[in-house]
């Protein structure tokens, strides 16, 4: 069983910046990608930022170039470096691992952008 444990969400102000981080515990699962996703007030979920163990990487479009994503060399946490914060990123930000074709969720974190 793998737990994901969450941390770095809060109240920044327009142009601010945040890091999210996650660590995933447990034995009973491979880990093969570790992500980023979010969901704001009335919306589905979408994907922001994901990271493989063969070292590709993909970003949302409207956060490219702002949003960075890596994982320690364990493979075992995940981060999300966010720049240039816009309200707009305001969400719900939920770390995701999946392996084995099994996924596990964060319990989420709340990020709020505005002035």
């Known amino acids: 069983q793998v737990q994901l444990v969450e941390s770095g969400g809060g109240l920044v102000q327009p142009g601010g910046s945040l890091r999210l981080s996650c660590t995933a515990s447990g034995t009973l699962a491979s880990i093969n990608v570790m992500g980023w996703y979010r969901q704001a007030p009335g919306k589905a979920r979408e994907s922001v930022a994901t990271a493989y163990n063969t070292g590709v990487q993909n970003y949302r479009d409207s956060v490219k170039g702002r949003f960075t994503i890596s994982r320690d060399s364990a493979g075992k946490t995940v981060y999300l470096q966010m720049n240039s914060l816009k309200p707009e990123d305001t969400a719900v930000y939920y770390c995701?691992?999946?392996?084995?074709?099994?996924?596990?969720w964060g319990q989420g974190t709340q990020v709020t952008v505005s002035s």
């Open positions: 995701n691992a999946a392996g084995r074709g099994i996924s596990y």
